[in-house]
């Protein structure tokens, strides 16, 4: 079982920049397929970014492609998503997920964490 908890969400204004943390506890961890996504009020749930289990191949949304960093520490069981030059189109739950087979599956979530962003 993998139990996932986001954590650094909030409020800021355009052009600001935010990190969130994912812990996970569980076996396997490096050995997991990572992304984070995000669901605005209204809208489906999108995939923002995804991060292999070494962290050697990444993935980004156009949306959020230059602007947003995933990396991952294998050391400490976390994955991170570095979000820079936020808009207003960027508010949203942010939700990371665990794929442990690496099949883009993604098995685990974790609660979410709220950014909103201000123009």
């Known amino acids: 079982q993998v139990q996932l908890v986001e954590s650094g969400g909030g409020s800021v204004q355009a052009g600001d920049s935010l990190r969130l943390s994912c812990a996970a506890s569980g076996r396997f961890f490096s050995r997991s397929t990572m992304g984070w996504f995000r669901q605005a009020p209204g809208k489906e749930r999108e995939l923002v970014a995804t991060?292999?289990?070494?962290?050697?191949?990444?993935y980004y949304a156009a949306s959020v492609k230059g602007r947003f960093t995933i990396s991952r520490d294998n050391a400490k069981n976390t994955v991170y998503l570095q979000m820079s030059s936020l808009k207003p189109e960027d508010t949203a739950v942010y939700y990371c997920a665990s794929s442990p087979d690496g099949s883009g599956r993604y098995d685990y979530w974790g609660q979410g964490t709220q950014v909103n962003v201000s123009s």
């Open positions: 991060i292999s289990g070494s962290g050697g191949s990444t």
